[in-house]
């Protein structure tokens, strides 16, 4: 399993090989060594993920932000929202200030 820490795989893999590795240490049949081993590797994989979740967050957040400084936030348009006009509700979304 070392030879997926040589090489960089996508968001959605990384899950998947935790959630994998999660079954296995929760199974009991590791033996100590490889118990530790596997502990080692998600803990490696679950530091890459939070750094690229950090990453995509200062990304999004760049995106977002307005020539001021302060963060444009805006509803996600969801099925129903698609053919209402959100420009009136972004606007008064725009000047709130986010939680963070």
Not at 54 to 75: C, F, H, I, M, Q
Request: hydrophobic share 30%.
């Amino acid at each position: 399993m070392s030879d997926t820490t040589s090489s960089p795989q996508d968001f959605a893999a990384t899950v998947e090989q935790l959630e994998t590795i999660v079954e296995r240490l929760e199974s009991g049949e590791l033996s100590l060594e490889n118990a530790l081993t596997a502990f080692e590797q998600g803990v490696r994989l679950t530091r890459d993920a939070q750094q690229r979740l950090d990453t995509a967050e200062l990304k999004v957040r760049a995106l977002s932000e307005g020539r001021e400084g302060r963060l444009n936030v805006t509803p996600f348009a969801g099925p129903d929202d698609a053919k209402h006009d959100l420009k009136d509700d972004a606007e008064e979304d725009s000047k709130e200030t986010p939680p963070w």
